[in-house]
């Protein structure tokens, strides 16, 4: 998960104010070497280290889910991107 943006003090110095993405990462890309090592063998390791590296950014983007977070932290509204 990688959160950017800040969290904001309200006049009591306490945090309350969101205003954050996030983008949360799953690792499918990560582990394509190992399904295919588990279900083709060493031939289709070999393929899939190959097409990883190819296909590296595009795997990323497609395991990505991006957020918007606003509110408060007692009411945070959180919006999917894609």
């Known amino acids: 998960m990688k959160w950017e943006g800040e969290i904001l003090k309200n006049k009591k110095g306490q ?5 954050l993405d ?3 990462r799953l690792k499918i ?3 394509i070497p190992w399904y295919a090592a588990l ?5 289709a390791l070999a393929g899939g280290v190959v097409l990883e590296n190819i296909f590296e950014d595009t795997i ?3 395991s990505t889910i991006n ?3 606003h509110g408060t932290i007692k009411k945070p509204e959180i919006k999917r991107l894609n």
Do not use: Y
Request: aromatic fraction near 10%.
């Open 15 to 19: 945090l309350d104010e969101l205003n």
């Open 22 to 24: 996030l983008a949360m």
């Open 29 to 31: 890309s990560e582990n």
């Open 39 to 43: 279900f083709g063998g060493m031939p």
């Open 60 to 62: 990323e983007d497609v």
């Open 67 to 69: 957020f918007e977070v």
